[in-house]
């Protein structure tokens, strides 16, 4: 049963779990790709631009984790966007958001920062701390091309608005995005229909998690290791900083996967593909090259500014 206190369902238990019939099976394990963005922060990318199509509607998957200063202290001082969404979960940290829509807010531990890019903008990221732990992730969401010259947005969700509920076998499940076992996320998106959850789980734990068949989805193990999969399919183990791309077999109609040699947690995403043509140029996320020539001239035409000024 899953109580709700202001439509958040706090450390609720879930009575059954959620009901997978055919599990979907690992199509390759990915190991991210060491980089470094903004001004030096140091991270791994997970999700490559190779796998954008594959994975479509997600565009990017960056981790980043460091207790040493000079791997993130410079931050990602004033950069542009347009054409898609950035989703910023902050596991540990203090990151500071300005933009030109005239947007502020500070992501914290366990917070969440969800930005529409759309028609433009400018922004910033820069640490609010000097010394100590920050560790989350970025996650990149494409437009449809309906939308991607939309009004930018933003929204700041701190932790304790992150619906969360525990199943029976004593897995924990922050919903960020989309459902799990009949809890709503604190977001939902109508056209791509993103699913993330972080899900937590104690050692020997299992977790089942309904996925649509036409969905791209996959995993990423950010501690500890997990099994994935169960009787009716092949069991593929999966270490840490690992990405698990889970294939879209016919009438497959979800994920099971189970902490192996000590807790887990892992993140878990799908979303329905927009099937449209990508076109990438750095923060320019567009369907085609004569688009992405037009974002690059308006931003040198400061069209993107709007009379910003990031005071930080």
Request: glycine fraction near 10%; proline fraction near 6%; hydrophobic fraction near 40%.
């Amino acid at each position: 049963m899953i109580h709700t206190s202001t439509a958040i369902a706090a450390n609720a238990r879930e009575s059954t779990q959620e009901r997978v019939a055919q599990p979907r099976p690992v199509e390759r394990l990915v190991a991210g790709m060491a980089t470094s963005d903004g001004a030096g922060v140091r991270l791994t990318r997970v999700l490559t631009q190779h796998l954008q199509r594959r994975l479509d509607p997600f565009l990017m998957l960056d981790a980043f984790k460091s207790d040493d200063p000079d791997d993130y202290l410079a931050g990602f001082p004033d950069h542009p966007h347009r054409g898609f969404e950035t989703v910023t979960y902050m596991l540990a940290g203090r990151m500071r958001h300005r933009d030109s829509a005239g947007h502020e807010g500070l992501l914290e531990n366990g917070g969440v920062q969800w930005m529409t890019a759309g028609s433009g903008l400018i922004h910033s990221e820069l640490p609010e701390q000097e010394d100590g732990l920050m560790e989350g992730f970025q996650l990149w969401i494409n437009l449809a091309a309906k939308d991607k010259m939309t009004t930018p947005g933003y929204r700041d969700i701190p932790s304790e608005k992150i619906p969360e509920l525990t199943t029976d076998a004593g897995a924990t499940v922050r919903v960020i995005a989309g459902q799990s076992h009949g809890v709503a996320g604190a977001v939902s998106r109508p056209l791509t229909e993103p699913l993330y959850l972080d899900v937590h789980l104690p050692e020997g734990a299992t977790f089942a998690q309904a996925i649509p068949e036409g969905h791209n989805a996959f995993l990423y193990v950010y501690r500890g290791a997990i099994t994935l999969g169960c009787e009716v399919t092949t069991p593929v183990e999966v270490p840490t900083q690992r990405m698990a791309v889970l294939a879209n077999a016919t009438g497959a109609d979800g994920v099971v996967f189970a902490a192996s040699g000590g807790p887990a947690r892992v993140l878990v995403l799908a979303g329905a593909p927009l099937n449209e043509p990508i076109a990438q140029y750095g923060p320019f996320v567009m369907n085609s090259q004569n688009e992405l020539h037009q974002a690059m001239q308006d931003y040198r035409d400061g069209k993107f500014d709007g009379g910003y000024q990031n005071a930080s």
